[in-house]
């Protein structure tokens, strides 16, 4: 059965002390590898998407990677306002008509 | 340029009412996913439609349904509401269904729903 797991639940950071999220994913043929920033009674906000093993990512202060059973989300240097919970999502080849999301990783980051 | 649009953005039912959620792609987008995010929880799939035809189908009951419209707007139906249907419903759009970019999807604010 397909399945995404994140980790950790949550992270609670200080500011500019750099960490990495976990998304691990089983799944029948992987289109694509999404990951969403989500605030408090907010939609999920497009980050990256990723497509092949191997594939890197930035934007600002974010890093996403991809390998053949799993993804990081690479934090340099957080700032306040990166604290959001961080959504993965895959697609799968055998139904992509369809998005698996991970429960999510709460990321707190204190000044 | 405007997102991913949802109507209304709270809603408060009671046991065994009926509810209708409404969502409005981006401009030139002509898929709509549907999902429901429970608190704590990551978004499940409910439905996707392109074309104005369903795609896909997450594991629920047949109380919810959906519709496209020529405009590429949707909606969710929700029949005979349970308590447990309080959640975060949330609409997402993408440009079509595979390929590249093709298949990125744009959410919008969500509509809270509430049965009492």
């Known amino acids: 059965e397909d399945q995404v797991t994140q980790s950790p639940e949550a992270l609670r950071l200080q500011e500019g002390e750099s960490s990495s999220l976990n998304c691990s994913y089983t799944?029948?043929?992987?289109?694509?590898l999404f990951w969403y920033r989500q605030d408090p009674g907010k939609g999920p906000e497009f980050l990256f998407t990723?497509?092949?093993a191997g594939e890197e990512k930035e934007k600002e202060r974010l890093k996403a990677t991809l390998t053949k059973k799993e993804s990081f989300l690479h934090i340099t240097a957080p700032k306040p306002e990166d604290s959001a919970t961080y959504l993965c999502?895959?697609?799968?080849?055998?139904?992509?008509?369809?998005?698996?999301f991970g429960s999510g990783t709460k990321l707190n980051v204190k000044p | 340029d405007a997102g991913v649009t949802q109507s209304p953005t709270h809603l408060i039912k009671t046991r065994g009412q009926h509810v209708t959620l409404r969502c409005s792609p981006i401009?030139?987008?002509?898929?709509v996913s549907w999902y429901q995010q429970v608190l704590g929880q990551g978004p499940q799939f409910i439905f996707q439609?392109?074309?104005?035809?369903?795609?896909g189908r997450g594991n629920f009951p047949d109380r919810f349904s959906a519709r496209q419209f020529p405009n590429y707007s949707s909606e969710l139906n929700v029949n005979a509401l349970l308590l447990g249907d309080s959640a975060l419903y949330l609409c997402?759009?993408?440009?079509?269904?595979?390929?590249?970019?093709?298949?990125?999807?744009?959410f919008g604010p969500g509509t809270r729903l509430t049965v009492l």
């Open positions: 997402a759009s993408s440009l079509g269904l595979a390929g590249p970019a093709y298949n990125e999807q744009f």
């Open positions: 799944v029948s043929g992987l289109r694509g």
């Open positions: 990723l497509y092949s």
């Open positions: 999502a895959v697609q799968a080849g055998n139904n992509f008509n369809k998005f698996y």
């Open positions: 401009s030139g987008h002509k898929s």
């Open positions: 439609y392109y074309e104005k035809e369903e795609r």
